[in-house]
């Protein structure tokens, strides 16, 4: 049998078989990672596949049509059996030389069992044999490569597909190759530039130490010498502001240091260059601040301005100028201060005769001679500062009242013309005192800060002169309104409340640094006192003539102003009444005097007065007890009208009369 044909062999993993080889049922075409068999013919690039298991010979990827070789050379698992025993099985003794194991068997039960351990399909053995030799020769007769063939045929795309991905590698690492030749070449020359840029920056460092030693030499000296074409244009052509100032400060600066070389005798041919340059710009410059300082000075005369806000505006704000022009050109500044002068002693005049009229205007209580103590038919009136258009307001003219309120009041505005012109009410005469006076301090006190800070180059004198010239008619008009108001008017108490707001006006010139304006202060003073006395000496002499008309008269005459009824009666007198409430407002007004003013005297000589009258009114009693009963009443009542007064020449007043009740009152 073709059987026995293995015996023959020594090992039968390396006999061919005529079987067809097979693998047993239970080993699947993929149980080992090691494949026997690679064909020796299968292209290498099936090698580059990731290991796919079509690049094996078709006999290893066919497991229906497998050979019994390749079931013997298969790999065994645990479960499969060994193919050796197999083999052993077909064999008999003759393979392994153990024949004593197999003698037991007859060769029918071998064959047996070896057609029962291998699995034909659900074939017999002889079917099997049969369906093998048909499919043999088909298979010998195939070419070994056709699969091959046929795979490649499939995979072609893939292959095309990495021809194209390399040759475009290729292309892309050549333009590389090219880019690295480029900049290799590249990086050469910008290293030959880097050299050469080394060697001018040694070369520009050398000459830069050497430039700034140069400078440090002739820096100063060329911009002492030198201007700035800007401040050359600003000068010439821009408007007058504070960068023209500025430009014009350097223009004076280059100056000062040109004049300063000529006359140290360094003069150099850059300072001859430039100094006919910077005398033609001093010669323009001068000329545009001639020109600005006349059209503000010309402004004001314009109708309703505000000299005030064109003095902060228009000049002050460019005060370095016409210092520039009065140091360049004298005679043209001390012409420009001249106009100025001119112009502003007509605008202040103007002004302050427009506001007296004003004043004028207002209706004011007017004392007359016979309103003195003692006279009985004095005729109460009041009138205009204007005209002697007469009145009824009623007015007393020993009583201070609310008259003081005007020395505390904190206005510092002073009462503008038209409120004075549609004011009709009535007012004393410190209302028109004060009004004007105030105003005037003012805007004498805007000036002198002015005058002093625009021309502060100059002296004070010539500062004071100035000021003098501008305000002499408006102080003028001060005087003349001050007599307009006090010469027909009778009225002490009102006197002496111009003097004390005169003295305020003095304390707050002072507080502002305005001394210019002393001299009219001392100058209404000398108008004020005077009349203040001569008013004083007027109630002096009323007493003292009705103290002479009582000599050979009746107690009960009508001088006694006492009833008919009783006209012996130790009640106060009515004078003595008006005499201790114009003495207790004389007082109120005089807190703080110093016993040098004329007040003291005054005072003085009224009191004497009053005390001979009340003297000679008691000798009209025939007892003597009423006669001192009368004294002191009337003393008690001066007494106590002036109690609330306070200051030096009050106590002294409170003490004599208090003195003269104790003298009166311990005779009884």
């Not at 209302?431 to 003012?442: G, I, S, T, Y």
């Amino acid at each position: 049998m073709w059987l026995n044909r293995y015996s023959g062999h020594s090992s039968p993993a390396t006999s061919a078989s005529p079987l067809p080889q097979r693998r047993p049922s239970h080993l699947g075409p993929n149980s080992s990672p090691n494949r026997p068999g690679l064909s020796p013919r299968a292209s290498t690039l099936s090698l580059l596949t990731n290991g796919s298991s079509d690049s094996l010979p078709r006999e290893a990827r066919q497991p229906n049509a497998s050979s019994l070789r390749n079931q013997l050379d298969a790999p065994t698992t645990d479960a499969s059996p060994d193919p050796v025993d197999v083999l052993r099985d077909i064999l008999g003794p003759s393979f392994a030389g153990n024949a004593q194991e197999d003698d037991t068997r007859s060769e029918s039960q071998q064959r047996q069992e070896l057609i029962d351990q291998i699995d034909f399909g659900q074939l017999s053995l002889q079917e099997f044999v049969d369906t093998q030799s048909v499919t043999a020769p088909a298979q010998q007769d195939e070419p070994e490569d056709s699969q091959s063939f046929q795979e490649y045929e499939k995979e072609k795309s893939k292959f095309e597909d990495l021809h194209q991905s390399i040759s475009a590698c290729d292309e892309v690492l050549k333009s590389v190759e090219t880019y690295l030749h480029s900049f290799q070449a590249d990086l050469a020359a910008v290293s030959a530039e880097i050299e050469t840029l080394q060697q001018r920056s040694a070369s520009l460092n050398t000459r830069l130490e050497s430039r700034k030693d140069v400078e440090k030499l002739l820096g100063p000296e060329v911009d002492s010498l030198s201007i700035a074409p800007a401040t050359v244009r600003k000068i010439t052509d821009g408007p007058i502001d504070d960068a023209w100032i500025k430009a014009l400060a350097e223009l004076e600066k280059r100056a000062k240091i040109i004049d300063l070389k000529t006359k140290s005798g360094a003069d150099s041919k850059g300072v001859s260059d430039l100094r006919p340059l910077i005398g033609n710009l001093k010669d323009k410059a001068t000329e545009r601040v001639r020109d600005h300082v006349v059209t503000q000075i010309k402004a004001l005369r314009a109708p309703a301005v505000n000299a005030q806000v064109l003095q902060r505006n228009a000049f002050l704000r460019y005060k370095d100028a016409f210092a520039f022009l009065s140091r360049d050109q004298p005679q043209l500044g001390e012409e420009i201060s001249k106009a100025y002068i001119n112009t502003m002693r007509w605008y202040y005049l103007h002004h302050f005769t427009r506001y007296k009229s004003s004043i004028e205007k207002l209706r004011i209580h007017v004392i007359e001679r016979t309103e003195a103590l003692a006279n009985d038919d004095a005729t109460k009136r009041t009138g205009m500062l204007g005209g002697s258009k007469p009145a009824t307001a009623p007015h007393d003219a020993f009583s201070l009242g609310r008259r003081m309120d005007i020395l505390r009041s904190t206005a510092t505005h002073a009462m503008t013309s038209s409120v004075a012109e549609e004011d009709r009410s009535t007012h004393y005469l410190e209302v028109p005192f004060r009004a004007f006076n105030l105003a005037l301090v003012d805007n004498a006190s805007a000036e002198f800060s002015f005058l002093t800070e625009f021309f502060a180059k100059q002296s004070f004198h010539a500062v004071n002169r100035m000021f003098t010239e501008i305000f002499e008619p408006t102080l003028a008009l001060g005087y003349a309104l001050t007599k307009q108001l006090i010469d027909p008017n009778a009225d002490a108490l009102g006197v002496l409340i111009c003097v004390r707001l005169n003295q305020h006006f003095a304390f707050e010139l002072q507080r502002r640094k305005v001394p210019s304006l002393e001299g009219y202060i001392f100058g209404t003073g000398m108008l004020l006192w005077p009349r203040f006395q001569i008013v004083m000496d007027m109630h002096c002499e009323s007493l003292r003539r009705h103290t002479t008309a009582l000599a050979g008269k009746p107690v009960g005459s009508a001088l006694s102003l006492t009833s008919s009824a009783n006209p012996q009666s130790i009640a106060p007198h009515p004078i003595t009444q008006q005499f201790a409430i114009f003495t207790q407002g004389i007082l109120a007004l005089s807190g703080e005097a110093g016993d040098d003013e004329p007040v003291h005297n005054s005072l003085g000589r009224l009191r004497n007065d009053f005390e001979a009258f009340l003297l000679k009114m008691s000798k009209g009693f025939a007892e003597v007890k009423k006669r001192e009963r009368f004294l002191v009443n009337n003393y008690s009542l001066v007494s106590a009208i002036v109690a609330d007064t306070t200051g030096k020449l009050a106590e002294e007043v409170k003490g004599h009369f208090a003195q003269k009740c104790a003298e009166y009152s311990g005779q009884k």
